[in-house]
């Protein structure tokens, strides 16, 4: 299914001003991508959206729905109060089964909603009602929603609490700027680990901030990735998803991946590729 479907509602704190929700699916979506006015205005909603993560960025969005466009149509839901946007939803269908899921998939850490401040309810509402009508008998997951999503109205609004699985998770942060931190690496334990490792051989921590340095390195740290992930949940990312190198390629040339790796004599004996947030948050 592709095109443009448009529903309006009127605003009850802005009287006189009908809210205006749009449907993208498709290469309508797609096209809209390229669109700077829409970009622009996609970025001031996502800095003022104090729930917002990365993975509801335009750039993170875009860089996914060019290349997995063959695994999964992109849907883009857009709210405007006059000819300001004031809401916006992205998500996928995939072609593989009966779901729509935010953007990003399994590849991103959090799925949510950006919207203003008077409309964060009310318009993700709407958003899922014209999702529902054009696309009935699929389920919709968002999974996981970040910290400060506005959820109340699903225990307050009858209809989503009837119609919606909400469940809570506990998912674990370090805080890298607690006076404490340092603390840690006077411990014991850390001392006799890195000493163990020191009588190994030559151990070298280096942060990767070039595409050349990753180029040379990402086919290691894939089968290691790989290996580990199919040893412990029998599953190979990288193998099973042929756009996945190429996909983390792309956000490091955005500058949205931090990547750093331990090495010995040489060798990478661990690294961890992150995607850089808002906020100096750094997920993953």
Same mark, same amino acid.
């Given at each position: ?10 605003n009850v ?25 829409f ?12 729930? =917002?993560?990365?993975? *509801? ?9 060019? +290349? ?7 849907? +883009? ?5 006059g000819?300001?946007?004031?809401g916006? !939803? %992205?998500?996928?269908?995939? +072609? *593989?089964? +009966? ?5 990003? $998939? ?8 950006? $919207?203003?401040e ?6 993700i509402?709407?958003?899922?009602d014209?999702?529902?009508e054009?696309?009935?008998?699929? %389920?919709?997951?968002?999974? *996981? ?6 959820? =109340?109205? !699903? ?9 919606a ?5 506990d ?9 404490e ?7 014991? *334990?850390?001392?006799e680990?890195?000493n163990r490792l020191?009588? !190994? ?15 040379d390195i990402?086919?290691?740290? &894939? ?7 199919? $040893?412990?949940?029998n ?5 099973s998803?042929p ?5 983390? &390629?792309?956000?490091?040339q955005?500058?949205?991946?931090h990547v750093v790796?331990?090495? &010995? %004599? %040489?060798?990478?004996?661990a690294? !961890?590729?992150?995607t850089?947030g808002?906020?100096?948050?750094v997920h993953?």
């Amino acid at each position: 299914m592709e095109g443009t479907f448009t529903d309006t509602a009127s605003n009850v704190l802005y009287p006189g001003v009908e809210e205006k929700i749009e449907i993208k699916v498709g290469e309508e979506a797609i096209r809209i991508l390229y669109d700077e006015k829409f970009i622009a205005e996609w970025d001031t909603l996502y800095h003022v959206c104090s729930w =917002a993560t990365v993975f *509801q960025a335009a750039t993170y969005t875009n860089t996914w729905y060019k +290349l997995y466009k063959k695994h999964y149509i992109p849907i +883009l839901i857009t709210s405007y109060r006059g000819n300001k946007l004031t809401g916006l !939803l %992205n998500l996928s269908v995939s +072609l *593989q089964q +009966l779901e729509i899921t935010g953007t990003g $998939a399994s590849d991103a850490y959090y799925h949510t909603w950006l $919207a203003e401040e008077y409309n964060k309810e009310s318009f993700i509402k709407s958003a899922l009602d014209i999702v529902r009508e054009h696309f009935p008998g699929y %389920n919709i997951s968002l999974f *996981q929603l970040p910290p400060h999503t506005p959820v =109340a109205w !699903l225990e307050t609004d009858k209809k989503w609490r009837d119609l919606a699985v909400f469940k809570s998770y506990d998912r674990p942060i370090v805080d890298l700027t607690h006076p404490e931190l340092p603390k840690l690496f006077t411990k014991k *334990q850390y001392k006799e680990n890195c000493n163990r490792l020191k009588r !190994l051989g030559e151990v070298t921590f280096e942060h990767i901030t070039n595409m050349d340095q990753l180029s040379d390195i990402f086919d290691e740290m &894939m089968d290691q990735f790989d290996f580990r992930k199919g $040893a412990t949940l029998n599953i190979l990312p990288f193998r099973s998803d042929p756009h996945k190198k190429d996909f983390l &390629m792309e956000l490091f040339q955005l500058k949205l991946l931090h990547v750093v790796v331990l090495k &010995m %004599n %040489n060798r990478i004996v661990a690294s !961890l590729i992150a995607t850089i947030g808002k906020d100096k948050w750094v997920h993953g």
